[in-house]
């Protein structure tokens, strides 16, 4: 490892100095020189040079209190500043030699620091950085001409002079007349420098503008400039929230121009998007651009109209294409059928909630009685009676006396705990000690948890036995119970699994009513096979997920939340493989069913799809590793940082690192304070607390409430947040925040809090990446304005690989640099921790972006490629189909075919040829399936779909015939199949119909047992995994299960009624008559609509706002519809009730049969 450089400061010299000085104990002097040593890179030399020159200003002063605060005052400004020791301040002097001009009065210092803080760069500045700048990849000649090109157009705005081969001159000049009229205000030096060199490429650029220096303007001005040359101008935003506000900043820029502009979030209406993407330019957030992308050209509903994709331009760039270039967009597709999982869900989490971590290395669980665990571990040759262990117990005293002959009588395990609830562990040991001398096949390893709570085993024995390797660890708890230990997750994964497994039950089977399993439709056990592992995976780690952290309860839904990047809510996501299911078990609210995924845009997959016409703007795009990761996804991209028009003040306190959350807490809540505290040199500051989670700023809240009045929260995009994004920050205002203040935030201040430094940014925690933490910091200091920020972070916070990372490099550090190490640790701490910390991050950063490249985007691309091909095969089927009644179910059984095909068959490493290959002959069985009037898969639900669809046609014969094919493939799950088949039967009135229509509907009453019990299942499960007693029903997810059972409760009822009508039809030599309703009349209009708490939801429907309409969607007043909504699905698209028609003549006939019958 290279040898690691430290600077070392030399106090001795200033703090001599500041002693010597006659200062009259005045601490703030002593803080504030250190703090331009420690935060502003003065050298030692520089400050006490500077401290001379200021105490001999007013050494000689009578009024020497107020001599004093000028000089706090001055050596605030200087830090608030960021003015260095060779800073040119005023008449090529630095700022000791201003204060040693015996010529310059006290206001004149004051006045030329004041002066200082106004000044804006020149062309010649500007352009002399951007050479400097490491990202700069921008060649000289390029630079000449964007030079000419801003000189002419700043000097003489309306009438730019030299040659302009190009015309962009005389465009740059409409531009910025344009942006003067609308806005008030003229483009920036730096402003026009960014859009020139937009301008002048040929392929795409990404471009670093500081944060608050205008990004927005330079993105409508390149866009405008681009539609004027006719192409389709794509402006993405890394939220919906920033593309709205961009828009309605500069609709009257393009209006203006005459270039139409519109935006495309908030349109869900075919019709409102296709005019939409009529215009020159549209804003919209990378999700939305994606998803409707797929609605074109998915599913056919050709919103994009002919735009093509000409140019994108992309804010926060490194947000979209790194931190969220993985990021799937889908267009949900219902697949009924996954609602038949639902009780596995609640199986596995039931069966997960068994286990529980004792110290950071042991896992316990499942629990059973110690006598399970015995008997399980017994192996001897021919039939062996459990009795022998029980009587073995008796003996020696484990259970008391008669047990064994009271089990004999009743074996029940009612009876079995009464007799081992009171089972001391020193006696069970001894119990074990007697079953392992009996049986060889037996070696446990007996734990209980002492006083102090630490595991202890009570039986133990010599290491390096010839059976150590086989004992059985478990922990005793009390009542009988013991729970098998585990010194790794891969043993926890593998008997959850064989757990999981024994309690599963697939059809076609007959259900049995005296044991509790989980009855799985035959169809999914392919599926359920080659994910169950992964689910049972993605249990445990939901269980270890937070609310208020990775993610929050939004009314009745689980919402995911961005923490580690933009703090931001994703009202539109959920997480995939159980995930979300799992997490709505854990809260108990209302359930969803799994998505297949059919259909799937990256932000990878749509940017590349502009083919070099990607353009990106950010204020953060990192370090060298990220650039090369970016032009190595997308080719022929080059970079350039802008400079600040203003000289940059914004600096970074010595930060702090500690292992003790408390000490943590306490520095962030004295840090607080001490900003909004005014002092003698300046008044309260703002203050912006940024927290790694929701619950964390929460408890900062209340931590800081009672010593700080302003405070106001800012962690939901959700709510209502114009008290922070839309007014200015006073003084003694305090922000407590995510990273949702961070990415995309302006705040504003007002002129006093600038003048006491601007606002104060605290960030709480390490940041994953040092373009997250620069743009928190971004949020002050902007636009020239005074700002500073401090990073105070605990190391318990940190992930166990960082925490290693960290250590190590310290210890390599000390190793090489001892001497220095000790001295520097007892002078600046902080910094070298602070240091330390963010070195190591970097390596995690960049183990990321390797595997980002390596592993995850080959992967992510790889679905794209067979997605597209699957779309090409897909456009056969609409060509073949476009005019049959089948058409509609035919594609939406393909698509499930391919849904479940990348589920199951989707291996990341088969090549993409051997996959393409694959697929096309998976997907050609499949469509000749069809063809042949065959469902792809032996999902009975395909059948229904084309029963349906020929019986809207009239076609009854074949409707039944592909009823029936559904009953062949599993007649456990088919009620549904054989209603719709009863009613084709119904409406033929062929020979002995009523006969052939009753059969169906008893078959259909047999089968809806099977529904019913899917429902008992899942409550039953979910209760395990909680305290909550059985018969306690008031949860959302027992309100929503308990109306899926009213549903069919319903619907039996309807089965029932026919049923009766048929039979004395039947029994009377009579007809029926057909009456076919929606299926919304299965259900009592009392139930359909609940008046007493139905109306205030169907009012709140009433708003604009979609997330607040889906929201008032989930309330338990809709659970009907959705019910009925999830059968309309499944095939029942209508219900039927019977009138009963007699006729003398039937009924003669009938009582004739009978007679020639009982001949």
């Given at each position: 490892?290279?040898s690691?450089i430290?600077?070392?400061p030399s106090?001795?010299l200033?703090d001599?100095?500041?002693n010597s ?23 030692a030399?520089n400050a ?10 007013i ?6 209190v107020?001599a004093?605060l000028?000089?706090?005052t ?9 003015i260095?020791?060779?800073l ?7 700022i000791?030699?201003l204060?040693?001009?015996k010529?310059k ?13 106004q000044i ?13 700048q490491?990202?700069?990849q ?8 964007v030079k ?6 700043h ?6 002079s030299?040659p302009?081969p190009?015309?962009?001159?005389k ?11 609308t806005?008030?205000w003229?483009p920036?030096l730096t402003?026009?420098?960014s859009w020139?060199?937009l ?5 795409g ?16 001005m390149f ?17 919906s929230?920033?593309a709205e506000?961009?828009?309605e900043?500069?609709h ?10 519109d935006?495309?979030t ?7 998007l ?12 990378a999700?939305?651009?994606?998803g409707d992308?797929?609605r074109?050209d998915f599913q056919?509903?050709?919103v ?8 994108a ?22 697949m ?6 639902n ?5 596995i989490w ?7 971590h004792e110290g950071?290395?042991?896992t316990v ?10 008997l399980k571990h017994i192996?001897v040759?021919?039939d062996f009676d459990k ?5 073995m117990?008796?003996?020696?005293g484990?259970?008391?006396k008669?047990?064994v002959?009271?089990l004999?009588r ?8 009464t007799?081992i ?13 007697t ?7 037996c070696h446990?390893?007996l734990?209980?948890?002492n006083?102090?709570?630490?595991l202890?085993?009570l ?5 390096g036995g010839?059976?150590d ?16 230990m585990?010194?790794?997750m891969e ?5 959850a699994?064989e ?6 039950t697939f ?5 049995n ?10 169809f999914l056990?392919e599926?359920i ?6 689910w ?8 270890t997920m937070t609310?208020g952290?990775?993610?929050i ?9 961005d ?6 809510v994703e ?6 493989d159980?995930?979300?299911q799992f997490l709505?078990?854990k809260h108990?609210?209302?359930?969803s ?9 990256s932000?990878?997959?749509l940017?590349?799809k ?5 353009y990106g703007i950010?204020?953060?795009l990192g370090?060298?590793?990220?650039i090369?990761?970016?032009?190595k996804?997308?080719t022929?991209i080059?970079?350039?940082e ?7 003040k914004?600096f ?6 500690t ?10 809540c004295s840090v ?24 964390r700023?929460?408890a900062?809240?209340?931590a ?12 939901n995009?959700n709510?209502d947040?114009t008290?922070?994004?839309k ?8 922000i407590?925040?995510t ?10 201040v007002s ?8 606002m104060?940014?605290l960030?709480?925690f390490l940041?994953e990446?040092?373009?997250v933490?620069?743009?928190a ?10 700002g500073?920020?401090q990073l105070i972070?605990?190391t318990n ?12 490099l310290?210890?390599?550090?000390q190793?090489?640099?001892?001497d220095h ?5 007892s002078?600046?701490?902080g ?7 963010k070195?190591?991050?970097?390596i995690?950063?960049?183990?990321k972006?390797?595997?980002?490249l ?15 091909d699957?779309?090409?095969?897909l ?5 073949t189909y476009?005019d049959?009644k089948?058409?509609g179910?035919l594609?939406s059984?393909?698509?499930e ?6 589920l ?5 490493k088969?090549?993409?040829e ?15 399936r ?5 469902a ?7 059948y229904v ?9 009239d076609?009854?014969?074949e409707s039944?015939?592909s009823?029936?094919?559904a009953?062949?493939e599993d ?5 549904i ?8 039967t119904?409406k ?9 229509a009753?059969e169906?509907l008893?078959n259909?009453?047999e089968s ?7 429902i008992?299942?899942t409550?039953?499960?979910s ?11 008031n949860?959302?997810l ?20 026919a049923?009766?009508?048929l039979k004395r039809a039947?029994?009377?030599?009579g007809n029926?008559?057909v009456?076919?309703?929606l299926?919304?009349?299965?259900v009592?209009?009392y139930c359909?609509?609940p ?5 205030q939801?169907?009012?709140?429907l009433?708003?604009?706002?979609v ?7 989930n ?5 009907i519809?959705k ?17 009963t028609v007699?006729s ?7 009582i004739?049969k009978?007679k020639?019958?009982?001949?």
């Amino acid at each position: 490892m290279a040898s690691v450089i430290i600077a070392i400061p030399s106090p001795n010299l200033l703090d001599e100095t500041l002693n010597s000085c006659s200062f009259e104990n005045d601490s703030d002097i002593h803080e504030l020189v250190k703090a331009l040593v420690k935060n502003i890179q003065w050298s030692a030399e520089n400050a006490t040079n500077l401290l001379k020159v200021l105490f001999k200003r007013i050494e000689k002063k009578e009024d020497r209190v107020n001599a004093q605060l000028w000089m706090k005052t001055v050596l605030h400004s200087i830090q608030i500043n960021y003015i260095t020791p060779q800073l040119k301040v005023e008449e090529g002097k630095t700022i000791t030699e201003l204060i040693n001009d015996k010529y310059k009065s006290d206001d004149d210092i004051s006045s030329a620091l004041e002066r200082l803080s106004q000044i804006e760069k020149d062309i010649e500045e500007i352009f002399e950085e951007i050479r400097q700048q490491p990202l700069n990849q921008t060649d000289e000649s390029v630079l000449h001409k964007v030079k000419d090109i801003v000189s002419s157009v700043h000097k003489c705005p309306s009438a730019p002079s030299g040659p302009d081969p190009d015309g962009l001159k005389k465009i740059l000049s409409e531009l910025c007349k344009a942006v003067k009229t609308t806005k008030k205000w003229e483009p920036r030096l730096t402003q026009m420098v960014s859009w020139c060199l937009l301008a002048l490429s040929e392929s795409g650029w990404l471009i670093q503008v500081g944060t608050g220096e205008g990004k927005s303007c330079i993105v409508a001005m390149f866009a405008a400039y681009r539609a004027r040359k006719g192409h389709n101008v794509d402006i993405l935003s890394s939220s919906s929230v920033l593309a709205e506000r961009d828009l309605e900043e500069w609709h009257h820029f393009y209006k203006k121009l005459k270039i139409t502009v519109d935006c495309n979030t908030k349109k869900a209406e075919p019709d409102a998007l296709k005019r939409c993407y009529k215009s020159k330019v549209v804003y919209g957030s990378a999700q939305s651009f994606a998803g409707d992308y797929l609605r074109h050209d998915f599913q056919r509903e050709g919103v994009r109209g002919e735009r093509h994709f000409d140019c994108a331009i992309v804010d926060e760039v490194d947000s979209l294409m790194l931190d969220k270039g993985l990021q799937m967009v889908y267009l949900s597709s219902e697949m009924p059928t996954m609602q038949h999982l639902n009780s596995l869900w609640a199986l596995i989490w039931s069966i997960v909630n068994q286990y529980h971590h004792e110290g950071s290395e042991i896992t316990v669980g499942p629990f059973t009685t110690f006598f399970h665990v015995i008997l399980k571990h017994i192996h001897v040759d021919g039939d062996f009676d459990k009795f022998t262990i029980f009587q073995m117990a008796e003996d020696i005293g484990t259970i008391p006396k008669g047990s064994v002959a009271d089990l004999r009588r009743n074996s029940d395990d009612e009876v079995l705990l009464t007799k081992i609830k009171n089972v001391d562990a020193h006696l069970l040991a001894k119990f074990m000690e007697t079953v392992e001398n009996t049986f060889p096949s037996c070696h446990f390893a007996l734990h209980i948890k002492n006083d102090k709570g630490e595991l202890e085993e009570l039986n133990t024995r010599e290491q390096g036995g010839e059976n150590d390797k086989q004992r059985v660890p478990f922990l005793y708890v009390n009542s009988g119970f013991c729970g098998y230990m585990h010194s790794n997750m891969e043993t926890v994964f593998i008997t959850a699994e064989e757990i999981i497994k024994a309690n599963l039950t697939f059809t076609p089977c007959n259900i049995n009513q005296n044991i509790i399993t989980c009855y799985i439709p035959g169809f999914l056990r392919e599926l359920i096979n080659s994910k169950l592992r992964v689910w049972i995976e993605n249990a445990f780690h939901a269980k270890t997920m937070t609310l208020g952290h990775e993610y929050i309860l939004e009314g009745d839904e689980i919402v995911p939340v961005d923490y580690s990047c933009t703090g931001v809510v994703e009202n539109n996501m959920k997480w995939s493989d159980g995930v979300q299911q799992f997490l709505e078990l854990k809260h108990e609210t209302k359930m969803s069913n799994m998505s297949v995924i059919t259909n799937f845009m990256s932000n990878v997959g749509l940017f590349q799809k502009y083919q070099g016409q990607l353009y990106g703007i950010t204020g953060t795009l990192g370090n060298q590793l990220e650039i090369e990761t970016l032009q190595k996804l997308y080719t022929g991209i080059k970079t350039c940082e802008i400079p600040t028009f203003k000289r940059r003040k914004l600096f970074e306190i010595e930060g702090l690192v500690t292992g003790d959350e408390e000490e943590w807490k306490q520095k962030i809540c004295s840090v607080v304070e001490s900003q909004i505290i005014p002092t003698s040199y300046r008044s309260p500051r703002a203050v912006l607390v940024i927290c790694e989670t929701i619950n964390r700023a929460e408890a900062f809240c209340a931590a800081l409430g009672p010593n700080v009045p302003n405070i106001k929260p800012y962690t939901n995009n959700n709510k209502d947040n114009t008290s922070v994004t839309k007014q200015n920050l006073k003084a003694g205002d305090v922000i407590v925040a995510t990273n949702l203040a961070g990415r995309g935030t302006d705040l504003k201040v007002s002129n006093e809090v600038n003048n006491a430094g601007g606002m104060f940014v605290l960030q709480t925690f390490l940041p994953e990446n040092a373009r997250v933490e620069k743009q928190a910091f971004g949020r002050t200091g902007r636009q020239g304005n005074p700002g500073s920020s401090q990073l105070i972070i605990c190391t318990n916070h940190m992930s166990e690989t960082l925490k290693n990372i960290m250590t190590q490099l310290c210890s390599l550090i000390q190793k090489e640099e001892e001497d220095h190490v000790m001295q520097y640790n007892s002078t600046r701490a902080g910094t070298f921790q602070i240091n330390m910390a963010k070195k190591s991050r970097d390596i995690v950063v960049s183990n990321k972006l390797y595997q980002y490249l390596k592993n995850h985007v080959p992967k992510l691309l790889k679905k794209e490629e067979l997605f597209s091909d699957y779309v090409k095969l897909l456009e056969d089927v609409h060509t073949t189909y476009n005019d049959s009644k089948l058409h509609g179910s035919l594609v939406s059984s393909l698509n499930e075919t391919w849904g479940m095909w990348l589920l199951m068959s989707f291996n990341e490493k088969d090549s993409t040829e051997d996959l393409k290959t694959k697929l096309q002959t998976d997907m050609q069985k499949a469509k000749q399936r069809l063809d042949n009037r065959l469902a792809p898969t032996s999902i009975t639900h395909h059948y229904v779909l084309f029963g349906n669809a020929l019986r809207s046609s009239d076609n009854l014969s074949e409707s039944s015939d592909s009823y029936t094919k559904a009953m062949q493939e599993d007649r456990c799950w088919v009620a549904i199949a054989l209603y719709n088949r009863a009613l084709n039967t119904l409406k033929r009135k062929d020979s002995n119909y009523i006969t052939g229509a009753l059969e169906d509907l008893e078959n259909a009453v047999e089968s809806l047992e099977f529904y019913q019990n899917l429902i008992v299942n899942t409550i039953v499960y979910s209760k395990l995994a909680t305290t909550t007693p059985l018969t306690v029903t008031n949860n959302r997810l027992d309100k929503q299960l308990t109306t899926r059972r009213q549903v069919l409760e319903c619907l039996k009822d309807n089965i029932n009624e026919a049923i009766g009508k048929l039979k004395r039809a039947r029994d009377m030599g009579g007809n029926v008559s057909v009456d076919e309703k929606l299926i919304f009349f299965l259900v009592p209009i009392y139930c359909l609509i609940p008046l007493e708490d139905f109306g205030q939801p169907v009012i709140r429907l009433l708003t604009s706002d979609v997330r607040k309409r889906q929201q008032h969607l989930n309330h338990s007043s809709f659970d009907i519809l959705k019910e009925l909504q999830a059968l309309q699905c499944l095939g029942m698209t209508v219900v039927f009730t019977l009138d009963t028609v007699f006729s003398l003549g039937g009924f003669l006939s009938k009582i004739l049969k009978l007679k020639l019958q009982s001949k």
